[in-house]
């Protein structure tokens, strides 16, 4: 059964991104524009998990927070924060918020978190240890861990920053398909992030680099004036020494 997702975000564009790209993954979105819809919402019907702006029309998003907990629901709230409001963060946790986002944020970040928070809770709830359920994707002699953002090649940890790994692991759900650069800058770094298509490149040769170290069972294609595909070798038998 599909997870049930309620939005609480006014901005319309960020709405709709959200709910596109949540709706894509499996989850079944509920938006409400306004504060104090979206807590009659959240009050009324069941909901798995709760994407929460915090400047609303009607009502605040701590406010909301503060009344959910105080009518004893504990479904896990995500919240949005504007860039450099540490402060929002600060009083979002304190008021009961499970993990933020900070805008701008790519779809990457988003479904990585939400995913994160719903197994988190799940976990909980079904009070297991986390080893017996780790979602593990692989791909040649490597291993990803999409909620620890680590990557094992050939038996070693791999160190990658956040958006190698964010770009990284969108290839790899994608084998052999040509992925452009607007694709990954959308996805990895949000479709506002200012800076140019030469932030991509950059990022995907220091990974290419990185994922030289093994067998190369996997690798980065670039596609000339298009973008990128990743590409997976049968395990390649190369004479040591
Ligand atoms: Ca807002």
């Given at each position: 059964m599909?997870?049930?997702?309620l939005?609480?975000?006014?901005?319309?564009?960020?709405?709709?991104?959200?709910?596109?790209?949540l709706?894509?993954?499996?989850?079944?979105?509920?938006?409400?524009?306004?504060?104090?819809?979206?807590?009659?919402?959240?009050?009324?019907?069941?909901?798995?998990?709760?994407?929460?702006?915090i400047?609303l029309?009607?009502m605040?998003?701590f406010?909301?927070?503060n009344?959910?907990?105080?009518?004893?629901?504990?479904?896990?709230?995500?919240?949005?924060?504007?860039r450099n409001?540490e402060?929002?963060?600060?009083?979002?946790?304190?008021?009961?918020?499970d993990?933020?986002?900070?805008?701008?944020f790519?779809?990457?970040e988003?479904?990585?978190?939400?995913?994160?928070?719903?197994?988190?809770?799940?976990?909980?709830?079904?009070?297991?240890?986390?080893?017996?359920?780790?979602?593990?994707?692989?791909?040649?002699?490597?291993?990803i861990?999409?909620?620890?953002?680590e990557?094992?090649?050939?038996?070693e940890?791999?160190?990658?920053?956040?958006?190698?790994?964010?770009?990284l692991?969108?290839?790899?759900q994608?084998?052999?398909?040509?992925?452009?650069?607007?694709?990954?800058?959308?996805?990895?770094?949000?479709?506002d992030?200012i800076?140019?298509?030469?932030?991509?490149?950059?990022?995907?040769?220091?990974?290419?680099k990185?994922?030289?170290l093994?067998?190369?069972?996997?690798?980065i294609?670039s596609?000339r004036?298009?973008?990128?595909?990743?590409?997976?070798?049968?395990?390649?038998?190369?004479?040591?020494?």
């Amino acid at each position: 059964m599909s997870h049930k997702v309620l939005v609480i975000e006014d901005e319309p564009t960020l709405a709709r991104l959200l709910s596109y790209n949540l709706t894509q993954e499996g989850y079944e979105i509920t938006v409400a524009d306004h504060g104090g819809e979206g807590l009659q919402t959240a009050l009324q019907r069941s909901f798995d998990l709760i994407i929460l702006d915090i400047m609303l029309p009607g009502m605040n998003g701590f406010d909301i927070l503060n009344r959910l907990r105080q009518n004893g629901l504990r479904t896990p709230v995500i919240i949005l924060t504007a860039r450099n409001a540490e402060e929002e963060v600060v009083q979002g946790l304190k008021h009961g918020a499970d993990d933020y986002i900070t805008k701008p944020f790519g779809v990457a970040e988003l479904l990585a978190r939400v995913s994160a928070v719903l197994r988190r809770t799940q976990l909980q709830d079904d009070n297991m240890m986390p080893e017996t359920t780790e979602k593990i994707i692989t791909a040649g002699e490597l291993s990803i861990y999409p909620d620890k953002y680590e990557v094992v090649l050939d038996g070693e940890s791999i160190p990658l920053r956040p958006k190698e790994f964010e770009v990284l692991l969108y290839l790899v759900q994608r084998p052999g398909m040509v992925i452009t650069r607007d694709d990954l800058m959308n996805v990895v770094w949000g479709f506002d992030y200012i800076g140019g298509q030469r932030t991509v490149d950059v990022h995907v040769s220091s990974l290419r680099k990185k994922l030289e170290l093994g067998q190369q069972s996997v690798q980065i294609e670039s596609i000339r004036g298009v973008g990128y595909k990743l590409v997976m070798h049968k395990k390649l038998v190369t004479p040591k020494g």
